[in-house]
């Protein structure tokens, strides 16, 4: 659960340093992940937090050495357990890749294979990585589909994905993730395809099977629920770079960066006054072929300074908060004071007429 | 049928408790056949099983449910876009149920709707000036050519685009954008009622609150009516007036928004707001209850209350009689033997409440 915020001790699990990713194409380059930086320790939870092309998947499938085929350029490290996976082997990273490191995808129909039955790629999954007999293999298999709460598995490991109901096909997606035990499980839009009720029961299974196992997850989703719900730290991205990363708690409770304002104040609730207008945040999510000037979110920024859209900011430590670090440019002083406005439900145009940041403070 | 002289004059206020439409038994079964030149009928998808509600002029009516709970399909027979197995629609004392021909296109005229994907919902190969302005095309209604161009302006000035990309493309506009097109699509016609099905939940977070935002100007601008179907309750109780709960191709609950979302009283609407998740996480003290199990398959629905097969309050009773919907005395009806008390409500975690 959400327990305290600092970090715990120890090296981390994995360590992602200025990771960047770029794909060529006919129409230029595209940054799809610019120089981003994070950690997950053993046990403990990440949120990854942005809107679509704002680089969270292309962060994760590198990850997993699965951007290497497409012909993306990367560079920067990502080191699991001191191994750098950015240089190692192709055949290295398959050893690791669904055995210590695993991944669920968004979509369980089109990550499954149809003209097999669940179990056979139950077993698959776990022979790939295991000498382990076929009737080995089947009996795990088995104890995977109980373990994530599948009923009558000895039954159920014999049928077709067609045969299973969407919550069922996520749930043996877990699974088939779980086979081996993994160290690290990277969840890439784990519910969004699914029912509320069943999305509550299979974060509920994630949870438990991560105090079980004593995993590290990567969590990545648009839903600020989610994330709330699941995640000790949250790194929030814009544009393929983070803008802004603290803990779950800090995050909601005193957000510093323009753009998390605006992800907090655009979604409606279920408590809190219904009147209440939402505060959309203008435009759209721009290109990340030529991505803007300065700070990349400043043309959408209400808040935005002459000299930002020249001067491009870096993740800089917020006070004297362990772990949180945000991109911007604006005071800090002036964006406490603005968050304080926004937080009594004054408009972005109010609370910067109330702060006005261009004066000095 | 007044449909084809209707005009304009919309905007005025209609008094509270008017009826625009008026549902009864509304059932709708899909045949399930087997063979296939001889094809045999061994069973039927019970999508829309007795669904009985009002729209009354100028609110939001919000429909909620999951996957298969028959939601999209009462708005397609609302639409007539299928036809209803059993059951009746009355739009404006007139009844529409089995209307045809030039009557049905009346229909049309006055119940427009705005789709899911704003994607594949616009015709690519058309400007959006031709787009917006076919409801008039289809309907033989400002012919001249100027005239209709002025109105189509005026009508993505309503909806918040630039009247000058009159001649551009859907490809040319971003999503949310794409979706103000076919919100002004929707109101060319001046609809008496504005179905959405769904209507930002392909949107970024963003994105969707733009578009929430217009809607809910629009409603309040031009007095509409509208049913708004979506599977996000944190939506749904932001945009909607009143609201329905449907499970397995019934209405379980239906009532004042705030009664509603404060005061759950079927076990089904109390475990769909206590499984929504809430982006706050200094109020993820308590445990929640979650709901064990699938929803069960609409073509063999439980006997008695469909529900009694994954709700934690069943009683002998309730596997053999169906509930009727009732008032229990908290504002909504609600088709249940054993309805939550305040107590219950608390205990299975709804953030909602009260």
Known sequence: MNAAASSPPGEPLLRVEDLRVEFPTEDGVVHAVDGITYQVHSGRTLG?????????????????????????????????????????????????????????????????????????QLTEAVRAHRDVSRAQARERAIELLGLVGIPDPARRVDEYPHEFS???????????????????????????????????????????????????????????????????????????????????????????????????????????????????????????????????????????????????????????????????????????????????????????????????? | MSAAGQDAARGDETPPGDVLVRVRDLVKHFPITRGIVFQKKIGAVRAVDGVSLEIERGETLGIVGETGCGKSTTAKLLMRLLDATGG?????????????????????????????????????????????????AIHRLMRE????????????????????????YPHEFSGGQRQRIGVARALALNPKLLIADEPVSALDVSIQAQVLNLLRDLQRRLGLTVVFIAHDLSVVRHMCDRVAVMYLGKIVEIGPNEALYEFPRHPYTGALLAAVPVADPSLHGSARRLLSGDVPSPANPP?????????????????????????????????CHYPLSHEEVAEIGVRSAR
């Open chain 2, 145 to 168: 050519k100027g005239e209709r161009k002025r109105e189509v302006q005026r009508l993505m000035e309503t909806v918040g685009l630039n009247p000058e990309h009159y001649n551009r």
């Open chain 1, 48 to 120: 990854i937090v942005g809107e679509s092309g704002s680089g969270k998947t292309v962060s994760s499938l590198t990850t997993l050495g699965l951007t290497r085929r497409q012909g993306a350029r990367i560079s920067g490290r990502i080191l699991f357990e001191g191994q750098d996976l950015v240089t190692l082997p192709e055949d290295e990273l398959r050893a690791i890749r669904g055995d210590d490191i695993a991944m669920i995808f968004q979509d369980p129909l089109s990550s499954l294979h149809p003209l097999y039955t669940v179990g056979r």
């Open chain 1, 166 to 361: 969407g919550g069922m096909r996520q749930r043996a997606m877990i699974a088939m993730a779980l086979a081996n035990e993994p160290k690290l499980l990277i969840a890439d839009e784990p519910t969004t395809a699914l029912d509320v009720t069943v999305q509550a029961q299979i974060l509920a299974l994630m949870e438990r099977l991560q105090r079980e196992l004593g995993m590290a997850i990567v969590i990545i989703t648009h839903d600020l629920g989610v994330v709330a719900e699941m995640a000790d730290d949250i790194a929030v991205m814009y544009a393929g770079r983070i803008v802004e990363t603290a803990s779950a708690a800090r995050v909601f409770a005193a957000p510093e960066h323009p753009y998390t304002w605006g992800l907090l104040k655009s979604i409606p609730t279920l408590y809190g006054p219904r009147e209440e207008d939402l505060f959309p945040i203008p435009g759209t999510p721009p290109s990340l072929i030529s991505p803007p000037s300065g700070c990349h979110f400043h043309p959408r920024c209400p808040y935005v300074q002459p000299d930002h859209t020249r001067i491009d900011p870096q993740l800089q430590p917020v006070g004297d908060e362990p772990g949180h670090h945000v991109a911007c440019l604006l005071e800090p002083d002036v964006r406490r004071r603005l968050w304080e406005q926004l937080g009594a439900g004054r408009t972005p145009e109010e609370a910067l007429a109330e702060v006005s940041p261009g004066a000095p403070a």
């Open chain 2, 303 to 335: 006997s008695g209350c469909r529900f009694h097969t994954r709700c934690p309050k069943a009683q002998p009773l309730c596997s053999t009689q169906e509930p009727p919907l009732q008032d229990k005395g908290s504002g909504t009806l609600v088709a």
């Open chain 2, 88 to 136: 009746e629609i009355d739009f404006e004392g007139t009844d529409i149920t089995r209307v045809k021909g030039a009557r049905l296109k009346a229909v049309r005229r006055e119940v427009q709707m705005i789709f899911q994907d704003p994607y594949s919902s616009l015709n690519p190969r058309k400007t959006v000036g031709s787009i917006i302005g076919e409801p008039f």
